[in-house]
């Protein structure tokens, strides 16, 4: 006989459906110990409002933060991370308007560096993207049951995706410090280095890019800019992309003299079409408001995908695992705020279990 | 006695409104009405509310257009002084077009706020998103707020075809606009 209660359990997940509660899988109901234990790992008051939605009047707290975070199988150690990408999304211009209720039904894209990482054991080596890692399933998870239930943001009703996209609210990696070639994505985003931090975006899809074939640096780059530069992302009069290197390809491109700031002016100058090309999918015309359409009109010529070699047109980490050249390309949302968030937890000795 | 299973949304049961948020007194036909305009910069949005504007002055006695604003954020409610504009400027207010996941919302939450303050508005939305619209005039108070609808899309529509949706949506604005709608 355990002392362990399926029964209640069971009960007590259907009661956290009925309510509405739910993205579709099971929660962990969150009853006050539970939450005065994720409350117990950050040095923050729990009325303090952390997200507001002028058009819905609604706000997220640090308690209802604690709450859904507990609610998507967080841990309690993890909260501190939960807040920092939560913090590192409300830096997201497109999160203070509609990007949650947008009809491309943008997902966060989460990195975290530093000590924290190994710590919770976050992933950033095979499989990054998931699944098979609690915290990285769990942290990505709490920010979608904040954005369903504290902004009352739900699918079919406030929430408008047209057809959203797969792992939505799972994407949370960390970085591959020990096998990037490079300085963290967090230093490049003004975290001292050494610092756990957050970085955090708005993605509309990710597609890989497999290149196991050239040891040419610039072969390799140009297997990107193709990926980066399809017609079907582009919608406006420039896109922001990123990339998630894999250590290889990292490696690769640092052994021929490659940083960041190089690689990225590299894309940025050959990412792009010729107009004629664009013009042959309705996408040529540059109107004052920026969104493109079919023109039809301009001279043949180069337009550049990315408005310029800046980290928030371009992000770009280093994750996964050190056995094949498979990186990923990611298609950001609107752009990348640059800034990296510190996660700051209450001392652990304070910690309660 | 175990322990009770936290609501993660933060809302206090509130009493659902039942009254109805406040509907600005309509005017019995549209003769001499000044005309506002505030366009949200989906595509096409502009151009269908220049065609109805110019409808209203031709075919419905409307004095003119005085007043056509751009909604930057569209996602946002209009600031208030942008609302103030058009409350002293205009007789009544054509906005929209919600035509996206977050403006059809927000275009009815803008009505609801001129109604308020007195000035009758007619919101138009595409008919895809008329859900999250219904949503946002329950959130503020306005159940079974009434706006136009045109079908889905308008974004890709030619000038050509944008006036032809003008031509159909007239009847259902000046409806919105005066006594006939009530």
């Known amino acids: 006989m355990s002392d362990l209660d399926p029964d209640a359990a069971q009960a007590a997940i259907e009661h956290c459906y009925e309510q509405g509660w739910s993205d579709g899988l099971p929660v962990v109901p969150v009853s006050q110990p539970l939450l005065e234990r994720f409350l117990a790992t950050v040095d923050r008051a729990p009325d303090e409002v952390i997200g507001h939605l002028p058009q819905f009047d609604r706000s997220v707290t640090v308690e209802l933060a604690a709450i859904n975070a507990g609610m998507a199988g967080c841990r309690p150690e993890y909260f501190p991370v939960v807040l920092a990408a939560w913090d590192a999304l409300v830096l997201e211009r497109s999160t203070g308007g509609g990007g949650w209720q947008s009809t491309s039904g943008p997902a966060p894209l989460i990195v975290v560096n530093g000590p924290v990482a190994a710590e919770l054991g976050i992933n950033g080596a095979g499989g990054v993207f998931g699944p098979g890692f609690r915290a990285n399933m769990t942290i990505g998870r709490a920010i979608g049951l904040i954005v369903r239930n504290a902004y009352g943001i739900r699918p079919h009703v406030l929430e408008q995706a047209t057809q959203g996209l797969p792992g939505r609210w799972t994407m949370c990696i960390a970085e591959n410090e020990a096998e990037s070639p490079w300085e963290p994505l967090s230093v490049e985003a003004g975290v001292e280095p050494g610092v756990s931090a957050v970085s955090a975006t708005l993605l509309r899809t990710s597609e890989f890019v497999d290149n196991r074939h050239t040891s040419s640096a610039e072969q390799l780059l140009a297997d990107f800019a193709d990926t980066i530069s399809r017609t079907g992302a582009w919608i406006f009069r420039n896109a922001s992309a990123g990339v998630v290197f894999c250590p290889e390809h990292a490696q690769m491109l640092a052994a021929a003299g490659f940083g960041r700031a190089e690689v990225r002016a590299w894309l940025a100058e050959h990412c792009g079409r010729m107009v004629s090309d664009l013009a042959a999918v309705g996408k040529d015309g540059l109107g004052e408001k920026g969104v493109r359409h079919a023109d039809g009109t301009r001279p043949d010529g180069f337009d550049p995908l990315l408005a310029s070699a800046e980290p928030k047109n371009l992000l770009l980490a280093v994750a996964g695992a050190r056995n094949a050249g498979i990186s990923m390309v990611v298609r950001i949302f609107s752009d990348w705020s640059g800034r990296a968030v510190p996660v700051r937890a209450r001392e652990r000795a304070e910690v309660g279990t | ?182």
Not at chain 2, 9 to 25: L, M
Not at chain 2, 28 to 41: F, S
């Open chain 2, 1 to 182: 006695m175990p322990n009770a299973i936290l609501d993660p949304t933060g809302r206090a049961p509130v009493p659902r409104e039942t009254t109805g948020a406040p509907r600005a007194a309509r005017r019995p036909d549209l003769t001499g009405a000044r005309i506002g305009l505030l366009e949200n910069t989906k595509h096409n949005a502009d151009l269908l509310l220049d065609e109805l504007g110019a409808r209203l002055v031709a075919e419905h006695g409307a004095a003119e257009v005085v007043l056509r604003r751009t909604k930057r954020a569209f996602a946002l409610p209009a600031p208030d002084e942008l609302v103030a504009e058009f409350v002293d400027g205009c007789d009544v207010v054509i906005t929209g077009v919600g035509d996206c996941g977050s403006c059809s919302a927000s275009a009815v939450a803008d009505g609801v706020v001129f109604e308020a303050a007195g000035l009758p508005a007619a919101v138009i939305c595409s008919d895809a998103f008329v859900t999250t619209a219904d949503a946002m005039a329950e959130l503020r108070g306005a159940p079974g707020y009434a706006y136009a609808t045109t079908a889905h899309p308008v974004a890709v529509l030619s000038r050509e075809q944008v006036a032809e949706r003008a031509e159909h949506l007239v009847a259902a604005v000046v409806a919105l606009l005066t006594d006939a709608g009530a």
